[in-house]
Antibody, heavy 119, light 106 residues
Framework: QVQLQESGPGLVKPSQTLSLTCTVSGASISSGDNYWTWIRQPPGKGLEWIGYIYYSGTTYSIPSLKSRVTISVDTSKNQFSLKLSSVSAADTAVYYC???????????WGQGILVTVSS | EIVMTQSPATLSVSPGERATLSCRASQSVSSNLAWYQQKPGQAPRLLIYGASTRATGIPARFSGSGSGTEFTLTISSLQSEDFAVYYCQQYNNWVTFGQGTKLEIK
């Protein structure tokens, strides 16, 4: 079955860039069957959609984060990535990657990775 | 941006009883609505998409209904493993989530 796994540093200093990678198994990003997405969840709070990417490199990110977000794809490694620049404590969250199903719901999700922004 | 509002914030129900969770959209999302279940320390799990279609492997006690701006998730007979936080998500106009309903044991 399809599985996703987030990886990256769990601690990032303020003003630096958060960088995460999502490795996909059980499906091929380059097949073009799906979009792939990032979502985050601050501790004790709800879910916030960040954006998505297609195998071709087409991306979308939400307006409130657009100036700081870069989502990219590496089809040779079956991975996609998230970079968030100029981070602050407000960016502390569990970051999830997920597959976008045909109708734009998300399934499955990775297990998530907690990223703390602190000096 | 479409705002999704879930109610109540917390719902206390006894095992074996029925739970009804609500989700309202600030404008019509047609049937482009999904429900997720999240347990502590876990990623959300897709329960329902298309407002009423159960995802693969989801028990029949979970059902979704509604269209337009008003949606409901019903759990017909609560099992111990159903106590969790539930989120609705619209995908009619990009994506937004509700703030969640915590379903707790009464």
């Amino acid at each position: 079955q399809v599985q996703l796994q987030e990886s990256g540093p769990g601690l990032v200093k303020p003003s630096q860039t958060l960088s995460l990678t999502c490795t996909v198994s059980g499906a091929s990003i380059s097949s073009g069957d799906n979009y792939w997405t990032w979502i985050r969840q601050p501790p004790g709070k709800g879910l916030e959609w960040i954006g998505y990417i297609y195998y071709s490199g087409t991306t979308y990110s939400i307006p409130s984060l657009k100036s700081r977000v870069t989502i990219s794809v590496d089809t040779s490694k079956n991975q996609f990535s998230l970079k968030l620049s100029s981070v602050s404590a407000a960016d502390t969250a569990v970051y999830y990657c997920a597959r976008v199903a045909t109708g734009n719901w998300f399934d499955p999700w990775g297990q998530g990775i907690l990223v703390t922004v602190s000096s | 941006e479409i705002v999704m509002t879930q109610s109540p914030a917390t719902l206390s129900v006894s095992p074996g009883e029925r739970a009804t969770l609500s989700c309202r959209a600030s404008q019509s999302v047609s049937s482009n609505l999904a429900w997720y279940q999240q347990k502590p320390g876990q990623a959300p799990r897709l329960l329902i998409y298309g407002a009423s279609t159960r995802a693969t492997g989801i028990p029949a006690r979970f059902s979704g209904s509604g269209s337009g701006t008003e949606f409901t998730l019903t759990i017909s007979s609560l099992q111990s493993e159903d106590f969790a936080v539930y989120y609705c998500q619209q995908y009619n106009n990009w994506v937004t989530f509700g703030q969640g309903t915590k379903l707790e044991i009464k």
